[in-house]
């Protein structure tokens, strides 16, 4: 049985321990957080655990085997680092860092350490995104491929539009985004970013579009904004046809169970639907491949060497967005 301990209780934090908490083969064990509200929040929802206001003394704790990380972004590599040195396998939400330099730090202790780091990409256990991402690298779609996704709305505020702590939905949000297309595209090679500034009271970039190349020669175009309210884009095109999020004109068909849908429409506009169960919640896989590669049963499928290639589209866009210019990717 492996003992699991939450560090940052917050929203994430508080969702990642629900899961764990109902996953087999652990026992959620302890919660970490410097707000008092939050840490009465988590004893109250797990009466059986022990609360600390410190991720320090949450780490010193001998009979704890692993944490889960859901501070805020920017504070990810040192709490992270230092459950490393501690010897404790990690969880760590995304982004894995606010940086590729944090990142590279992350990695390094993973290795002195000899100890998993795995980043929280969700999307990677997620049934509905793997489902459409098989297709896209079956070839159905030809090649090359351009994904695009645009989206508004008024993001989640707080530390996630401070510049150093959150670093806005380019980062934030659209971190999903970066993390799949790597894993189903390849190597990133390069950027086109424009920002606009929308809310003058942030320090963050809060309205941003961006090209990604990637060596293979796929691109994906992604627009978010978390200062305005719009409507939500997201598909995905090739030369023999191309993928939309529900079921276009089609009625799906009764099947026992909750499913989600993409449709599928060829060159010659025939249309067919790409099913998956959405009764399987990607947390819970992610949360068994976690207990799986602790134990060495797995290979872990989202290791740190994987989510610094995310951070480094993100600090490339960012740092090219408010001049409205093009550059190359730095991994390492």
């Not at 978010?224 to 995905?236: E, F, K, Q, T």
Request: with cysteine; glycine share 10%.
């Amino acid at each position: 049985m492996i003992r699991v301990g939450s560090i940052g209780l917050g929203g994430m934090g508080m969702h990642q321990a629900k899961t764990f908490n109902q996953v087999d083969g652990c026992r959620l064990v302890a919660g970490a957080d410097p707000s008092s509200d939050m840490r009465a929040r988590f004893a109250e929802t797990f009466p059986d655990t022990k609360v600390y206001d410190s991720p320090a003394s949450l780490l010193a704790q001998p009979d704890i085997d692993a944490v889960v990380i859901a501070v805020p972004t920017g504070l990810h590599q040192p709490v992270a680092s230092a459950a490393l040195a501690a010897r404790k396998p990690v969880l760590v939400e995304k982004p894995m860092a606010r940086t590729v330099d944090q990142c590279h730090r992350l990695i390094e202790d993973s290795e002195k350490y000899n100890t998993l780091l795995m980043v929280a990409h969700c999307r990677r256990f997620d049934p509905h995104w793997k489902a459409w991402g098989e297709y896209v690298t079956s070839g159905k779609l030809g090649t090359p491929i351009l994904w695009r996704h645009a989206m508004a709305g008024f993001g989640p505020g707080s530390w996630y539009m401070d510049h150093e702590l959150g670093g806005g939905p380019m980062i934030d949000g659209a971190v999903h985004n970066y993390d799949f297309a790597n894993w189903i595209f390849g190597e990133p090679e390069s950027v086109l970013s424009s920002a606009i500034k929308m809310d003058p009271d942030v320090s963050a970039v809060d309205t941003c579009s961006a090209v990604i190349r990637y060596k293979a020669g796929h691109q994906m175009l992604v627009s978010w904004s978390w200062a305005a309210r719009g409507n939500n884009l997201h598909d995905v095109i090739g030369p023999l046809g191309y993928i939309q999020f529900g079921t276009g004109n089609l009625t799906p068909p009764e099947e026992e169970g909750s499913h989600q849908y993409c449709c599928f429409t060829d060159r010659e506009g025939e249309q067919s639907l790409i099913t998956s169960d959405a009764g399987k919640d990607m947390y819970t896989y992610q949360a068994a491949h976690f207990l799986a590669c602790i134990r060495g049963e797995e290979t872990c499928l989202s290791p740190g060497t994987e989510a610094v290639k995310a951070i480094a589209v993100a600090d490339a866009i960012l740092q090219a967005g408010p001049e409205g210019r093009g550059g190359d990717l730095v991994i390492w």
